[in-house]
């Protein structure tokens, strides 16, 4: 389950922070000097987004800004040169001279704020332009505007025709498991209540896939915070393109909509040993999202909640590593849905359909037998240096005293209640019980079947 895709450019707005830290947000979140070497290279891959050319814009006042620093920088070693000439000429009881370099340190001293002010006011212009820039697509990304231009790389299971296949909602709801009336008393849409075994069975794929990413592929298990400040979600790219897509409380906290936001964080504003990548983490953790946009879109049943919850695969990797990285992510995903015999397309999307902070992303689709279709269940991604020069998550090789930007990638490992759904439609019984795959057995006590 992935962000919004890029849809049309918008001016980032300042994050919430006070003043005093707004310098936090200072960070280099496309490489300047890239584009200012390779511009048309920058427009392309912005064009093959559906995105306007904005390299000349950004040189350009990259190149205002640049100019007027060295002014400042010219000016404050004039004015350092004239106040230590000032104390030389009283020394020497030269008071004209004195006077003259007084007056020439007074007229800097004015002039400097005015051009201290405009530097602020250009590099934020040039930091809100650059914080609204997608990451730029990798070359073997297909090229399309949406996801009928995504391109199938594998699959796996034969898709299971039931006759008179129900959907999830009515499945759990004959149950008696599957509440959505209750819930919207208290919360409104897009909420549910899990009882029973249901809300067992929802426990017991979390179980099976934490201890399946831990113990086999080596993950470490997180428990991370639901409740983010600004730096966190603008690290990953959420903010402040996407801002609408979150929930915000009234003392200036984010509910943090996958829990990529809080583990990409833990290499934030660091500088981490080469020999220590990659750095591989997961929590099952509630997932908050507004879905801003979703009107009409699944209105009814678990596929699209304002909670939610997930198991997320976050890793940290040298650049030259990454790719091969993001074959393994994608992998381990995988593996879950192969554990409960559930049929999967594997989907590279194009680039129209990507997300904000993605330079490559596979979406693995289930197959639902209740609506007869595959759906996205899983969204791993590649997002290269772009997250990390956000973050200013560093790594340095041994014996080397500069450092790099290291590379960031997230996944779905996978959504846990659309795992319960892909169960209960592809599991689902003529009697309207529902078996239970064998994997998930050992988290539910032996049962077996689930009925009403």
């Keep these: 389950m992935k962000p919004r895709k890029n849809t049309k450019p918008q001016t980032a707005r300042a994050p919430h922070l006070p003043p005093a830290e707004q310098a936090l947000y200072v960070r280099p979140m496309h490489d300047l000097k890239e584009i200012r070497d390779n511009p048309d290279r920058f427009d392309a891959g912005l064009k093959r987004r559906g995105l306007e050319a904005q390299a000349n814009d950004l040189v350009s006042l990259d190149a205002e800004l640049r100019a007027l620093t060295t002014t400042l920088q010219d000016l404050q070693t004039k004015r350092n040169a004239a106040s230590k000439a000032i104390g030389a000429a009283k020394a020497k009881k030269d008071e004209a001279e004195a006077t003259r370099l007084m007056a020439e340190v007074e007229i800097l001293k004015h002039e400097m704020p005015k051009l201290e002010d405009e530097q602020r006011a250009l590099q934020k212009k040039l930091d809100d332009l650059l914080a609204a820039i997608p990451n730029i697509p990798a070359a073997d990304v297909p090229d399309g505007r949406d996801e009928n231009d995504n391109v199938e790389i594998s699959k796996w299971g034969a898709p299971k025709r039931i006759n008179n296949a129900k959907e999830h909602f009515d499945i759990g709801e004959a149950l008696g498991l599957m509440d959505f009336e209750t819930a919207a008393k208290m919360s409104g849409a897009r909420f549910v209540l899990l009882k029973g075994a249901l809300a067992r069975m929802e426990r017991a794929i979390a179980s099976l896939m934490l201890d399946t990413h831990t113990g086999e592929f080596g993950y470490t298990e997180c428990s991370p915070p639901a409740l983010v400040r600004d730096n966190a979600p603008f690290g990953v ?14 003392n200036g906290y984010w509910l943090t909509s996958t829990a990529e936001v809080t583990l990409s964080n833990i290499v934030a504003d660091s500088i981490v040993d080469a020999e220590e990548l990659p750095l591989r983490f997961t929590a099952w953790t509630p997932c908050f999202r507004s879905e801003a946009g979703a009107a009409g879109k699944d209105t009814r049943g678990m596929i699209r909640m304002h909670q939610f919850s997930k198991v997320e695969l976050v890793s940290i990797t040298a650049p030259d590593k990454s790719n091969e990285e993001h074959e393994r992510m994608t992998s381990c995903a995988e593996s879950i849905l192969k554990k409960l015999d559930l049929p999967f397309r594997t989907m590279a999307l194009c680039t129209g359909d990507m997300g904000f902070a993605s ?12 609506q007869n279709r595959y759906r996205e269940i899983s969204s791993c991604s590649n997002c290269g240096a772009f997250q990390a020069r956000r973050m200013k998550a560093r790594f340095r090789k041994k014996g080397e005293k500069g450092t790099e930007f290291a590379h ?43 009925g009403r």
Excluded at 420 to 448: H, I, K
Aim: aromatic share 8%; no cysteine.
């Design 408 to 450: 960031t990638l997230n996944g779905s490992g996978l959504a846990v209640g659309r795992t319960l759904v892909a169960v209960l439609e592809n599991y689902q019984q003529e009697d309207g019980s529902v078996a239970v795959p064998a994997a998930l057995q050992p988290f539910m006590g032996g049962v077996t079947v689930i």
């Design 237 to 250: 790219g959420q903010l402040p393109k996407f801002e609408e897509d979150l929930f915000r409380t009234t």
């Design 359 to 370: 330079q490559k992303t596979y979406d693995i689709e289930v197959w639902l037998p209740g």
